[in-house]
């Protein structure tokens, strides 16, 4: 069992940075892949980057060269550093927790509790 807790959402200008940090409890952190997904009001949930036990990482086209992912196993925690913020990012971010690192939500069998990130224009 893993618990995750997001934090570092908040509200943001078009062009500025946010870094999202998902604190994991538990003592197997480091044999799961993390994701970051969001969810924007009415939309579906969506991916957003995810980084693999070995540390590979993976991105959605839309935050590519914007967005980095990065762990540190020592502190049982991810992070989602978002940079060249878009009102379109506007979203609640969702980290998650794998036995296998993916793209699919449904993929994921931990998840936190959502932080929001709201991008003004």
């Known amino acids: 069992q893993v618990q995750l807790v997001e934090s570092g959402g908040g509200l943001v200008q078009a062009g500025g940075s946010l870094r999202l940090s998902c604190g994991a409890s538990?003592?197997?952190?480091?044999?799961?892949?993390m994701g970051w997904f969001r969810q924007a009001p009415g939309k579906e949930r969506e991916f957003v980057a995810a980084?693999?036990?070995?540390?590979?990482?993976y991105y959605a086209d839309s935050v590519k060269g914007r967005f980095s992912i990065s762990r540190v196993n020592a502190k049982n925690t991810v992070y989602l550093q978002m940079n060249s913020l878009k009102s379109e990012d506007t979203a609640v971010y969702y980290c998650?927790?794998?036995?296998?690192?993916?793209?699919?939500?449904?993929?994921?069998?931990?998840w936190g509790q959502g932080t929001q990130v709201t991008v003004s224009s």
């Open positions: 980084i693999s036990k070995s540390g590979i990482t």
């Open positions: 538990g003592r197997t952190f480091s044999s799961y892949a």
């Open positions: 998650a927790a794998g036995y296998g690192v993916a793209t699919m939500a449904r993929e994921y069998d931990y």
